[in-house]
């Protein structure tokens, strides 16, 4: 009996003792973020590369085979510098009959000439005729202007053979060939494309309805893609006024505010055009709690390490997001993870991790 009585006495004695000390409520962890407020809208981000301003897309002045290529793609050239020659046999050819025409009519203005000297002194002592001296002076007059022509020919014959050489105008850099050597060309074709270094810009592609709309107070930023922390800003300069038919995107040049030495022409570019916009909060879709028909966030007390809800006032959502309209502060911070299990006044674990 006193065996059954000791028995019974712990019995009560521990019942007694887990109504005055009820275990510890569990510590939660969480994941959460510091509340940003944003005044810039991404419209889009799009490829590019760095190319020159000024291109100039250069050809032989005359027909003819190319004899030989005198720079490659990516040669830097001066001004003057020879690109290429043609074979010079044709504009040979053209000179020497040119100059043996000069000769010919060098030899009949000399006659021409001596005759009308002649025929004028005949004339002076009165043995002469009028006639025979107005043949004489305007075989003169009329050889005079075939000397004319024929120093003129050649003249020109000299021009077709110094345009059998290729040279540039400006310095720059040979970006393309489309010709070889051995390759017969004609005059004006195009031959060689050289770029003027001096002058970059940024040239992207836009989608079609996104060039027709393309905001005022509009911001690009021009960043290298494999080294995004080499950036600069931009504006549009011209965009192309027909879209094209393959793509439907306009291509779009952009002046930049200034030229890293790192954007070298062909240096592939990301460009992000962003707009101003009223300042709002936007929050990932698993921040938000829906309770009786309302909507409430969690906010992280980091000092206390406790939560307590807040109702807020969604504008609009997406599939990852939603845009609020009030309801939190920017600075404050607030659980992303975990809200459907969390009571007020909670005590939890801020997990080291959180986006800040």
Known sequence: ??????????????????????????VRPVLS???????????????GTIQ?????????????????????VGAEVEKGALLAVLDPTDQQNQLRAAQGDL?????????AQANARRQQ??????????????????????????????????????????????????????????????????????????????VKEAVIDLPAG????????????????????????????????????????????LTLADTPAAFRLGTAISVTLSSAIT????LPLSALQSIDGKTRIWLLDTQRRTVQPRDVTVLSRDADSALLSGGVQPGERIVIAGVNSLKPGQTVKIDEDSPQ
């Open 1 to 26: 009996m006193t065996r059954l009585m000791v028995v019974l006495a712990a019995g009560l004695l521990l019942a007694a003792c887990s109504q005055q000390d009820p275990p510890p409520e569990a």
């Open 33 to 47: 973020m510091q509340v940003k407020s944003e005044d810039q809208q991404t419209l889009g981000r799009f490829a």
């Open 52 to 72: 020159a301003r000024y291109e100039s897309n250069l050809g032989f002045r005359v027909s003819g085979r190319i004899a030989h290529r005198a720079v490659d």
């Open 103 to 111: 000769a010919r009519v060098q030899a009949q203005f000399i006659n």
């Open 121 to 198: 002194e005949l004339f002076n002592r009165g043995v002469g005729a009028q006639a025979q001296l107005d043949v004489a002076q305007t075989n003169l007059t009329t050889t005079q202007a075939a000397l004319d022509q024929a120093q003129a020919a050649v003249n020109q014959a000299k021009d077709q053979l110094h345009y059998a050489e290729l040279h540039t105008d400006h310095g720059g850099i040979v970006t393309a060939w489309n010709a070889e050597a051995g390759q017969v060309v004609s005059a004006g074709q195009q031959v060689v494309t050289l770029a003027r270094p001096d």
């Open 210 to 253: 996104l060039a027709e709309r393309l905001p005022p107070d509009g911001v690009l930023l021009v960043a290298g893609q494999l080294d995004p922390s080499i950036h600069t800003t931009a504006t549009v300069r011209e965009i192309e006024p027909q879209a094209q038919s393959a793509t439907r995107t306009r291509r779009a040049r």
């Open 279 to 282: 300042p709002r909060i936007e």
